[in-house]
């Protein structure tokens, strides 16, 4: 290494071809290392590389590949593991830093199944295992297949592998005929030591930390490999079974372990929030000593139908949440301010940091949250909680709290060089020069330039082709960035992919003859493609990437609209409404400042409508809006952001276009023999038998609409005690009104 040209002295064009070397070198080295076992360089080489690619990234920020070596950890197998779809989704949990957000995860539950506060509510409390997540699937009691988590739907085929690891039985006796037992693989810290010394006597890189060994060691493709590491395994959770295990959480877990599962020990059965936090600092003083990785404490609600009554949100379970241990910290260098932009032009700020070390993991990035926080003040001028005054070169604490991405948590004034300057916020977007702007009691600034603007096209394109929205193999995040600025075949909008094998058979420069690609690649992709142009309503919606539609806004709207033609019909018809709320909201917005600035507050409603009067709102476009923005669950916020999306020329020109390639799948049709399948309803007042969560799920599994406000289209009013408005408003228009007894009557049997 000793002629390689100095990072000081390297020229762009020069820094560009190095770090592609590098990334080649390293690439190389972790698969021959993680994957096939036989590392090729030693471990000064390595580090010694590695650090170079990290310091060149440093000096040319913007030359960091899609593959840099900085990201990875450890390499994907050869050829890949057979896919395997979960019968049941394997969620990710919920997180809690301190005592406060579990006394707050006890109440939303109490809330939630309408207990109160005095009433029995028992918890299991158990360690977080610092693992890898394994789903095992045993049919009249003999093991038939593993699986890892992978995105939560569908995980690796793993059997071979998990049929080496000592903890895990190969036959079960008494046990469900179906039976998916979940839980975590782990390596204990002495047999971790032992295999990072046999590593060492061979010449091998030792692993960075137990959890990293063990899902290196499991995802190997030979079987052989994973039996000579040292794994274990931990039950504490199921998936698809034929017959329940208990009645409770405990009971389960003692289920388990009487088929011959290791179970936790530590495991206890907690009758109030006080015992919970009592063992979780029970568990906390033993983590040293306790021989494994923990990173946290898991509470779950115990009894198995108050879970299923509690249900799941998108990703996380209601019954459970990670209490996580205090995070772990360490100080570094901020060496730049990177301002990154997402899918909806937010312009998000990123430290740099001179690598280091944090909990095993090395971090070189930090999020940054907003302006604000780096300036330590608001818009105003006023302080903010947690804000620094934070500047390049300053010596900061970082900090990982069980969070994906390292947060700052200090700055040592007393080591800030001299002559540091204030970081300067851009009010230009950096990647296509747009105005960027920050609304009224918004954190975020954002670039106005749409999809002109490169950065916020490539994420939302990125977006689309993600997991949860078109998920198409072969065509992920990387591959998004070549084709956005090929300038054969280029995927500029979402339409473009699925014209891509058609404008490929156009050039004379085929696909299966460039680099990297072949004829049986170039195939699977546009079969990929073609297999995805049949998509539900929900997926399409989330897919899009507009502003606050996430999962369940997208599930929401594709229920109450049903197809695209409708939605797309309704949305235009409302935009004068729309636009006429917005003009009020600034108004009120304007008028709320002048009001407190002057002491006076009467007059902010009176703006607000003279506003909307003013803007002479057709009634039809009222109606449509209303019923909107009604949809419970949606509000006048996502309502905005969706109709500023289909009211934008280009955005919309581009959903036209996709329209036209695709099928569209309606969601599930209603039960059509429900007294209430297709009609409108609204719940108001307090309901007493049920909470209004619980209310509303079962409706819609009834085929009926929720909406969360009274109009000429509402067909049913469940008024509880306390109905006020909405009880009056479904008088004059004649409205049928049930109070929930009635309502309970209406649905019984259905």
């Known amino acids: 290494m000793s002629n390689l040209i100095s990072i000081s002295e390297l020229t762009e064009d020069e820094a560009r071809a190095e770090l592609a070397r590098l990334a080649e070198l390293l690439s190389k080295a972790n698969t021959l290392y993680h994957t096939a076992d036989a590392p090729d360089m030693s471990d000064a080489d390595y580090d010694a590389l590695k650090r170079r690619n990290a310091e060149i990234e440093a000096r040319f920020p913007h030359l960091k590949r899609p593959d840099s070596p900085t990201d990875q950890v450890g390499a994907k197998p050869a050829d890949g593991f057979s896919k395997v779809t979960h019968a049941v989704r394997m969620m990710s949990l919920g997180n809690a830093f301190d005592d406060d957000d579990v006394a707050d995860f006890d109440r939303s539950i109490r809330k939630y199944l309408g207990l109160g506060a005095g009433e029995s509510l028992a918890y299991t409390a158990e360690p977080k295992i610092d693992g890898l997540s394994l789903s095992l699937r045993y049919e009249n009691g003999q093991l038939v297949q593993a699986a890892t988590r992978g995105d939560g739907e569908v995980g690796e085929n793993v059997t071979a592998n998990a049929r080496t690891v000592s903890d895990i039985p190969q036959h079960l006796e008494n046990a469900p005929e179906v039976l998916e037992v979940r839980g975590e693989v782990y390596m204990s810290h002495a047999d971790f030591e032992a295999l990072n010394a046999r590593q060492a006597e061979r010449g091998g890189k030792p692993f960075a930390n ?159 949250h907003n302006e604000d926080y780096i300036a330590g003040r608001d818009a105003k001028g006023g302080t903010i909680r947690d804000g620094k005054d934070i500047r390049v070169g300053d010596w900061v604490q970082v900090y990982r709290a069980g969070d994906v991405i390292p947060k700052l948590s200090d700055v040592d004034l007393s080591k800030r060089p001299v002559g540091s300057q204030p970081f300067i916020f851009p009010t230009r977007c950096p990647e296509c020069q747009s105005e960027a702007i920050r609304e009224e009691g918004d954190a975020v600034r954002r670039c106005t330039g749409g999809l002109i603007c490169p950065a916020q096209a490539v994420e939302k394109l990125k977006h689309f082709v993600s997991r949860k929205a078109f998920d198409i193999e072969g065509l992920g995040a990387k591959q998004i960035e070549m084709f956005y600025d090929d300038p054969i075949l280029p995927i500029k909008t979402p339409a473009d992919i699925f014209t891509l094998e058609q404008r490929d058979r156009a050039n004379l420069a085929r696909l299966k003859n460039r680099d990297g690609w072949g004829e049986t690649s170039a195939r699977n992709l546009f079969a990929a493609i073609d297999e995805k142009r049949t998509i539900p309503f929900a997926r399409l919606l989330f897919a899009l990437g507009i502003r606050h539609v996430g999962e369940v806004g997208a599930r929401d709207l594709a229920l109450f609209y049903r197809d695209w033609e409708t939605m797309t019909q309704a949305l235009d018809a409302a935009r004068p409404a729309a636009l006429a ?170």
């Open 210 to 368: 137990p959890r990293n060994a063990a899902a290196g060691s499991l995802r190997q493709l030979d079987p052989e490999i994973t039996r000579s590491r040292p794994l274990r395994f931990f039950a504490y959770a199921w998936g698809e079974v034929s017959e329940p295990l208990s009645d409770s959480q405990i009971g389960a877990i003692e289920r388990l372990k009487s088929l011959g599962f290791s179970t936790n020990p530590l495991t206890r059965l907690c009758k109030t929030t006080q015992e919970m936090l009592e063992h979780y600092r029970d568990i906390e003083a033993q983590r040293s000593t306790l021989g494994y990785d923990i990173d946290g404490v898991v509470y779950k609600v115990n009894d198995l139908s108050l879970q299923a009554r509690l249900g799941f949100r998108s990703t996380t379970p209601r019954w459970a949440i990670a209490h996580k241990f205090p995070a772990e910290l360490a100080w570094t260098r901020l060496e730049a301010i990177d301002i990154q932009v997402g899918r909806t032009g937010a312009l998000s700020p990123v430290a740099r940091l001179h690598p280091l070390t944090v909990g095993g993991v090395v971090v070189s990035n930090a999020t940054l």
């Open 581 to 750: 709320q917005r003009q009020a909201d600034e108004a009120e917005d304007a008028e709320r400042a002048a009001a407190l600035a002057e002491g006076r507050r009467a007059r902010v409603k009176e703006v607000r409508d003279a506003a909307i009067t003013a803007a002479c709102v057709p009634p039809d476009a009222n109606t449509a809006w209303a019923e909107l923005i009604g949809i419970d669950g949606i509000g006048a916020t996502l309502g905005l952001s969706l109709s500023d999306a289909f009211s934008n020329v280009e955005e919309r020109r581009a959903f036209d276009t996709l329209r036209k390639e695709l099928t569209i799948v309606a969601p599930d049709a209603p039960a059509s023999d429900s007294p209430v399948a297709g009609k409108t309803v609204v719940f108001t007042g307090t309901l007493e038998k049920m909470t209004r969560a619980e209310a509303k799920a079962r409706a819609e599994a009834l085929g009926a609409k929720v909406s969360g406000s009274v109009s000429k289209k509402t067909d049913i009013l469940v008024a509880g005690p306390g109905a006020g408005s909405k009880a009056r408003k479904a008088a004059e228009l004649g409205i049928e009104t049930l109070d929930e007894d009635g309502w309970l009557q209406l649905i019984e049997g259905a």
